[in-house]
T-cell receptor, first 114, second 111 residues
Framework: DAGVTQSPTHLIKTRGQHVTLRCSPI?????VSWYQQVLGQGPQFIFQYYEKEERGRGNFPDRFSARQFPNYSSELNVNALLLGDSALYLCASSLLSGPNEKLFFGSGTQLSVL | EDKVVQSPLSLVVHEGDTVTLNCSYE??????LLWYKQEKKAPTFLFMLTSSGIEKKSGRLSSILDKKELFSILNITATQTGDSAVYLC???????????FGQGTTLQVKP
């Protein structure tokens, strides 16, 4: 069975541009979460979606948005890119939404903003 | 605000050594703590510890949870170079299912 897949794997953008990152969860998983990991830090929570509804939002500006599609795949959008948005963006899926859920992570999209 | 702190931030050992990684947490309404191994990009799940399961073991890796003192440890015995990775600890208590991660411990195992 395929794990969590993310695309693209690497991306280079310039300040002010817009970016869309994509994620396909493990088959049967209905929840998708997005995390930002800056070098040397642990992942920081951005969004969680379950059954196409936003269930949680982290402390990120409105430039960050996301959505989940009927097939449970998800997109993360970031507008007006800043240098500080350079990071590894990880997508994770789980069966359900709630406490005590094991999250399974994809290999991430490495975003560089120049 | 809920918080997870890991120590040490980095560690260098030789093959065959035993290592102990620490994770302390300050969480309201604690329910679970998870350990992940991150070798390159994708964190991979190791253990989840809850009120009903405070000790886990898998091969050379084991973990315990001390709910009274609010910490967890991850032990790796007879370390191998393949154990070199970043080890992440996370609180999994949120009703939304979000994980709150610590900074991670970078482990390097030398031959």
């Amino acid at each position: 069975d395929a794990g969590v897949t993310q695309s693209p794997t690497h991306l280079i953008k310039t300040r002010g541009q817009h970016v869309t990152l994509r994620c396909s969860p493990i088959s049967g998983h209905k929840s998708v979460s997005w995390y930002q990991q800056v070098l040397g830090q642990g992942p920081q929570f951005i969004f969680q979606y379950y059954e196409k509804e936003e269930r949680g939002r982290g402390n990120f500006p409105d430039r960050f948005s996301a959505r989940q599609f009927p097939n449970y795949s998800s997109e993360l959008n970031v507008n007006a890119l800043l240098l500080g948005d350079s990071a590894l963006y990880l997508c994770a899926s789980s069966l359900l939404s709630g406490p005590n859920e094991k999250l399974f992570f994809g290999s991430g999209t490495q975003l560089s903003v120049l | 605000e809920d918080k997870v702190v890991q120590s040490p931030l980095s560690l260098v050992v030789h093959e065959g050594d035993t290592v102990t990684l620490n994770c302390s947490y300050e969480v309201t309404n604690f329910r679970s703590l998870l350990w992940y191994k991150q070798e390159k990009k994708a964190p991979t799940f190791l253990f989840m510890l809850t009120s009903s399961g405070i000790e886990k073991k898998s091969g050379r890796l084991s973990s315990i949870l001390d709910k009274k003192e609010l910490f967890s440890i991850l032990n790796i015995t007879a370390t191998q170079t393949g154990d070199s990775a970043v080890y992440l600890c996370a609180d999994g208590s949120s009703n939304t299912g979000k994980l709150i991660f610590g900074q991670g411990t970078t482990l390097q195992v030398k031959p």
